[in-house]
């Protein structure tokens, strides 16, 4: 749970080979039938994108579509030791609660030190005991156990520092969200502020994408829009897929767009999370996905869809719109 998706090629869709190309293929009322335009158009656009510049450089286009609308981005992953995270101070402080908060765990985390000076004297004056032998020898342990602590503590940050994860295209804690492949391209080549621009291949990027290049792959594209509504129809409608991949991409946004709230609703033993495990164990098949149907019953879809609205919205307020 919660690992970084990383990118894999897909195969473009292959539209089935006609018995002879000399005679068109008829349907039963209408004559010679004739594709979907729109997802031939699709298809074609996936299949025909040059994925070695994004290979190479490591960053991949996405696309999210959210109640205000669909647009694309950028994400890559790194080590979290090489990240400098997005700063969000101006955009928390926008937020009256949130400032509220933020002032109140401030005044929690002050500590007020009182040092009686004559009472330290009369304690280093005096003969030493027993009692203040046993005390020393305690504070010596304390100590040794204080250092061993801190070394533990540092090779677990050690180990953090080395794990990827998510960087979007983002700045000050905001999603940089573009209606158009030219538009995102044009903000690239523009050499704005964002967090992606402190990667060594972003000035590689800029001076080589081309909108084309903007053609993110199903895997990388992702319907939060649809996941509130799925989830109200009930148990036997909702969508694994969409439902699995909305939960790896609000992971990865809250991540780095630093939304502790959406992190602790999506976190390891939430109902979310229930809800996750159970779907992916019905996709996997065999005798796990009978028991994740058997899990599935057991969470109610209210709340679920509920809890789901509230990370939707969470997500859209930190969204800045480009055209």
């Known amino acids: 749970m919660g690992n970084p998706k990383h990118t894999e090629v897909s195969v ?3 539209s089935p080979q006609r018995p002879d190309a000399d005679e068109p293929e008829l349907d039963d009322t209408t004559g010679p039938a004739e594709p979907d335009e729109a997802d031939e158009a699709d298809d074609t656009t996936r299949a025909s994108a040059d994925r070695s510049l994004w290979d190479e450089l490591r960053i991949d286009p996405v696309e999210i579509a959210l109640p205000a609308g669909t647009g694309f981005t950028l994400r890559a992953y790194r080590p979290a030791g090489s990240l400098t995270p997005t700063d969000v101070t101006e955009r928390d402080q926008d937020d009256p609660f949130l400032a509220r908060r933020q002032v109140i765990e401030e005044e929690d985390d002050e500590s007020v030190v009182i040092l009686d000076e004559e009472l330290a004297e009369e304690f280093v004056d005096s003969d030493e005991d027993e009692p203040s032998r046993r005390r020393r020898d305690s504070a ?3 100590d040794a156990t204080a250092d061993d602590d801190e070394a533990e503590a540092e090779d677990v940050a050690d180990e953090a520092d080395d794990e990827e994860v998510p960087v979007f295209l983002s ?13 995102l391209v044009s903000f690239i080549r523009s050499g704005a502020p964002n967090d992606l621009s402190q990667l060594d291949s972003w000035n590689e990027l800029a001076e080589r994408v081309e909108p084309a290049d903007i053609a993110p792959l199903d895997e990388d594209t992702y319907e939060l829009d649809l996941v509130v509504e799925n989830l109200r129809g009930g148990h036997d409608s909702w969508d694994s897929t969409l439902l699995i ?3 790896e991409v609000a992971r ?4 780095a767009l630093r939304l502790p709230a959406v992190l602790d609703m ?4 939430s109902s979310l999370d229930d809800l996750d495990e159970a779907l992916r164990a019905t996709a996997n098949g065999g005798i796990g996905a009978f028991m994740g149907r058997r899990r599935l019953k057991k969470i109610g879809a209210q709340t679920a869809s509920l809890g789901w609205r509230t990370i939707v919205g969470k997500i859209s307020a930190v969204v800045d719109w480009r055209d």
């Open 12 to 14: 473009a869709r292959q």
């Open 140 to 142: 010596t342990d304390a």
């Open 171 to 183: 700045h000050r804690g905001k999603l940089l969200l573009f209606k158009t492949p030219e538009s």
């Open 245 to 247: 991949e909305a939960g």
């Open 252 to 255: 990865d946004l809250s991540y």
């Open 266 to 269: 999506l976190s390891a033993g």
